[in-house]
């Protein structure tokens, strides 16, 4: 049986995002109080009372909009709806119903989907009262949130729990990382147990891909980069339309291409432009078809001008990348129009620019004449292994333990954080859970430092790294 689905659904600006970010646990849609800058459908896996679950988020939904943009949405919130085993509805409690909330309503209960409403933004009881004015849509039940602080989010995923379907026999209930305190239990005082060992197979909530499968790439970059430049010489074929026009890709095409001994699925994407060159209908279609590209990869290669060098856009792109988890290679395209001199001097410009990754190796190279293109590749391929590479629970912590040794966290607020036990719980990204006594106590700094220690003795290079930090469990008397 597959893991069942959860679509989030809601007008704009309603918080839809920002719940989504709450019940998944980590910041992977971008989230702006602006209405529609969710546009396209996010997915993310992740574990809810004892059930695994895949929460969809869409953008904001007017059914009744004439917009080219709006009515994208529209068909992205109607696939997404269609696709799920259960629907959550999200309506702003501190304001009245609206037209666009009793559309959705009223789409809802055709759908003949199970419906779970929120009442977003009941931050106290107070607001909670006001959310009471929601029931005017025909609602039998309503459950009033606060998205932003978390209330309410458990009697949510309970209710949503309930409406899903059920397990299929024999199946095992999940592990969630937020109940990994259970198997890392210690001793009071006890330091690195090398012999304490997690069931890695469970904690693996990753959608990675058989050893045999193709790494997964996209493509990006402005318009006129060269995607398709570089595309059609992996694939051999002028598959994608090229054209010195800025934005002449419409379609994201799929190719499978093979580099030495090893297979790609290369992604071939539209340009993503600055939003505020983003054009109605076909451009902004190809926009979010590129965003889903992204969701797709394992791999992104982020094609930039040499001759123009990496702008602000290009970063912008890769941190949105970054956020989601993707390993990253830069690609200098045109690196033929330049001296060697000129070329190494982008190289630094870029490392600077894109600083805040300077895990993403860059490449110079020209797709037209295809120098660099295998250069490109290797790293390409480098950084798909990396991304599924697995440390052992007892190699990490021997190395750990020398680690700390030489140089604990320090002191903050007058209590010295310990750091007991660390475990790989998945891939896709490389994700580790650390547990520690303290670990609001663990500063900034020292979790950098933590991850590059990481990085450089396990060989993570090219890939972006979570660690993320636990308060040591107690069992309850």
């Known amino acids: 049986m597959t893991t069942p689905i959860v679509a989030i659904v809601g007008r704009p600006n309603v918080g839809k995002s920002t719940l989504f970010n709450r019940l998944v646990g980590e910041k992977l849609a971008i989230v702006h109080d602006a209405p529609g800058v969710t546009r396209d459908r996010h997915y993310a896996d992740t574990h809810i009372q004892g059930r695994d679950v895949t929460f969809v988020d869409t953008g904001g939904f007017d059914p009744t909009t004439d917009d080219p943009m709006g009515q994208g949405i529209a068909r992205h919130v109607h696939a997404a709806i269609a696709e799920a085993d259960v629907v959550l509805c999200v309506l702003d409690g501190s304001a009245p119903p609206t037209g666009p909330d009793r559309d959705a309503v009223e789409l809802l209960r055709r759908s003949s989907k199970p419906v779970v409403y929120a009442a977003n933004k009941a931050d106290g009881p107070g607001r909670e009262a006001l959310a009471t004015d929601l029931y005017s849509l025909g609602i039998d039940h309503l459950i009033p949130i606060s998205a932003l602080h978390g209330r309410n989010v458990g009697k949510l995923e309970a209710a949503i729990v309930e409406q899903l379907p059920p397990r299929a026999p024999g199946a ?4 969630a990382l937020d109940e990994l305190e259970d198997e890392a239990q210690l001793d009071e005082g006890a330091q690195l147990d090398e012999g304490a060992q997690l069931d890695e197979a469970a904690a693996d ?15 990006i970059g402005r318009p006129n980069a060269g995607k398709s430049s570089l595309f059609n010489r992996l694939a051999g074929t002028e598959r994608s339309l090229v054209d010195d026009r800025p934005g002449t890709t419409r379609d994201p095409v799929d190719s499978l291409v093979e580099v030495g001994k090893r297979r790609f699925l290369v992604v071939d994407t539209a ?7 983003v054009s109605a209908g076909v451009e902004a279609e190809s926009v979010m078809r590129s965003l889903r590209a992204v969701a797709r990869a394992q791999v992104i290669v982020l094609m930039c001008d040499a001759t123009e060098g990496v702008a602000e856009q290009d970063a912008r792109l890769l941190g ?3 956020e989601r988890g993707r390993a990253i290679v830069v690609g200098l395209n045109k690196a033929d129009l330049l001296s060697p001199r000129e070329l190494g001097e982008r190289i630094e410009d870029a490392r600077h620019a894109l600083d805040f990754a300077r895990w993403a190796p860059i490449v110079g190279l020209s797709a037209k004449t295809g120098h660099g293109v295998r250069k490109l590749m290797d790293q390409v391929q480098a950084a798909g292994e990396e991304m599924g590479r697995r440390v052992g629970t007892s190699e990490l912590n021997r190395f750990f333990e020398q680690v700390l040794s030489k140089r604990p966290p320090p002191t903050k607020g007058g209590r010295s954080p310990r750091i007991y036990y660390i475990t790989q719980a998945g891939v896709y990204p490389p994700t580790f859970v650390a547990w520690s006594n303290a670990p609001e106590n663990i500063v900034e700094s020292y979790r950098r430092f933590v991850t590059n220690q990481i990085r450089q003795q396990f060989g993570f290079q090219a890939v972006p790294l979570r660690v993320f930090y636990r308060k040591r469990g107690r069992k309850e008397e």
């Open 205 to 219: 909530a990753s959608r990675s891909a058989a050893p045999e499968e193709p790494i997964r790439i996209a493509l």
């Open 271 to 277: 340009g993503i432009r600055r939003k505020s060159r």
């Open 172 to 175: 095992k209930p999940s592990l």
């Open 320 to 322: 949105l990348c970054a």
